[in-house]
């Protein structure tokens, strides 16, 4: 039996799910887990589970509540002895004490091994299938050991980070740590982390201004200096000093968590700052279009493939036909995302804090919408778009969805999502928003409002199919979401740097910037399928026909 809490509270047997009572079941569930394999008293436990004020047949009830869970874990789960009950566990039978094992270990061997402490802080973060008792978030017997494994989480995070720094992989880390540093600013670790790994990747300019955006913000909100390790690392990064250079060479290919099924052995390369043409029949690259600097998103419509370039505010015009560009648009500021509807072509541009209109009947831009003086919030970031004839829809870095009408340009709704959303992809029925570390969430449109919440780790990128709406996340899975019940129905690691997803009736692509590739998923069994080789760093990925498109851009660039 296996009992895990890195995420909703879930049991297994043999592989076999265990089915599990509501309410305080649960609750007493997780506290015997919590406290495993030590006996909880009989008084603690009736405390936790009612608070300040149990009913005088809380010993009765908690007899009952025990019964009930030895019927669903068999009659020797649960141990009775003075002065209370206890969990009969092995330490790797609860997914917390394998994690906290696997990282203690990695820890160690980081400094003489920093390969097999990668990998085997893979396989501990791994175990994680959203925020820790994730169930019972809000009661307060589980508040104390939420923060402390969270706190290790994000100290296995930056052990791995460094094992990678260590093999030479900086450039293949910067988006990851980007969303990891503004999730968790004060933290001085991550942020040092992401100014080595942009200085290893060319980018010097960067790395200082992580710096400096991080002594505003300590001076701002704390009235403190950054600490000396990070203060030496400044100097460091000034003087071009010698000890910060990579250990050794970046590696040419990453090994994937075990060998992917389905890798094709043949790359052909793709240059950077081009889209990669795939035949999705037969998994592999049959061409390539060179685009703007740094491309970093996709969509298709009106017969073409749009792609927004970052470094040179551009949109490139793609006519699939012809595999070339027809136009590119000037957008003025740094597009990071698009949408297509059936008269317009959306572009959010990033910092700018505007949202560009392109007519494709006349390939320009005919208006640029200027967020920041919307509505009562500051927008000074557009980080995501997606659209349809009746809305535009803006995640933007002041935690809120904008809603926007396209017939006046004029917003309609602001949605408090709690945290920076970092993707937007409108389903069926209802829009899907992931949010920074911590989760994807439904908006009904038809009342602008939240319904479903969907706790999932480090999230980056989010598509919705017609049956299934996929997440990809940090630490290198694939999650299936059921739309109308709003649950997890399969996850599927693949190694992480997973960036843009797209979905077709038969498969599910997600772009590996960490590796090259575009990796193939079953969307019927979530199995890997294939893995196809593009090079360099791709970043999106979108379907047309029965030909994939895939955003490449330079590694240095990242």
């Given amino acids: 039996m296996v009992i895990r809490i890195l995420g909703p509270l879930e049991v297994s047997d043999g592989g076999r799910i265990v089915e599990l009572g509501a309410g305080r079941q649960r609750a007493l569930l997780a506290l015997l887990a919590l406290h495993s394999p030590e006996i909880v008293a009989t008084d603690r436990l009736i405390e936790e589970l009612w608070g300040g004020s149990p009913p005088p047949t809380a010993a009765k009830a908690l007899q009952n509540l025990v019964s009930q869970l030895r019927r669903s874990l068999g009659a020797d789960a649960i141990a009775t002895r003075p002065p209370g009950y206890g969990l009969r566990l092995d330490a790797d039978d609860l997914d917390a004490r394998r994690f906290e094992r696997l990282a203690a270990e990695a ?45 290790l989480r994000l100290g296995a995070i930056e052990d791995r980070v460094d094992a990678d720094l260590a093999l030479g992989r900086a450039a293949k880390l910067v988006p990851e740590l980007e969303p990891l540093v503004s999730a968790h600013p004060l933290r001085g670790r991550l942020r040092g982390q992401l100014m080595l790994a942009l200085y290893r990747s060319g980018r010097q300019a960067d790395a200082l201004d992580v710096y400096r955006s991080g ?255 996929w997440v990809s996340d940090a630490q290198g899975q694939v999650w299936r979401i059921n739309p109308d019940t709003g649950t997890v129905s399969q996850t599927t690691p693949v190694g992480y740097g997973l960036v843009g997803l797209c979905a077709t009736e038969r498969a599910v692509f997600a772009a590996s910037n960490a590796d090259g590739t575009v990796v193939h998923i079953d969307p019927q069994d979530g199995r890997v399928a294939g893995v196809i080789p593009v090079g360099h760093a791709p970043t999106d990925v979108a379907s047309r026909d029965g030909t994939i498109w895939v955003a490449v851009q330079s590694e240095s660039a990242m």
């Fill in 107 to 151: 820890h160690r061997l980081l400094q003489e091994d920093p390969g097999r402490a990668g990998q085997t802080l893979r396989e501990a973060l791994g175990l994680w299938r959203g925020r820790a008792l994730a169930d019972f978030a809000y009661e307060d017997f589980a508040q104390s050991e939420i923060a402390r494994l969270e706190e």
């Fill in 215 to 469: 002594r505003r913000l300590l001076d701002e909100e704390l009235g403190l200096e950054p600490d000396n390790e990070l203060q030496r690392l400044e100097k460091a990064i000034l003087n071009h000093d010698p000890s910060l250079e990579s250990p050794v060479a970046a590696e040419v290919e990453r090994p994937s968590v075990g060998k992917r099924r389905g890798a094709s052995s043949r790359a052909r390369p793709v240059p950077p700052d081009s889209v990669a043409v795939i035949d999705e029949q037969r998994s592999r690259v049959v061409g390539h279009v060179l685009v703007g600097r740094r491309p970093v998103a996709l969509a298709i419509g009106h017969g073409s493939v749009w792609v927004a370039n970052a470094d040179d505010g551009t949109v490139s015009r793609i006519q699939p036909d012809r595999g070339e560009v027809v136009r590119t648009i000037g957008i003025g500021a740094p597009a990071i995302d698009l949408a297509v509807t059936s008269d317009a072509v959306w572009v959010a541009n990033g910092s700018d804090g505007t949202l560009s209109r392109i007519d494709p009947s006349a390939d320009a831009v005919v208006e640029t919408i200027d967020l920041r003086g919307s509505s009562e919030i500051a927008w000074n970031t557009t980080y995501a778009v997606d659209a349809d004839d009746e809305s535009v829809w803006i995640g933007s870095g002041t935690h809120h969805v904008l809603r926007i009408d396209p017939a006046t340009n004029e917003p309609v709704a602001t949605i408090d999502v709690g945290r920076v959303p970092v993707g937007v992809a409108l389903g069926e029925e209802a829009l899907w928003v992931v949010t920074i570390a911590e989760r994807a969430l439904r908006i009904e449109p038809r009342t602008n409002e939240v319904t479903t919440e969907v706790p999932i780790g480090y999230p980056v990128a989010v598509t919705a199919g017609k049956q299934a709406v």
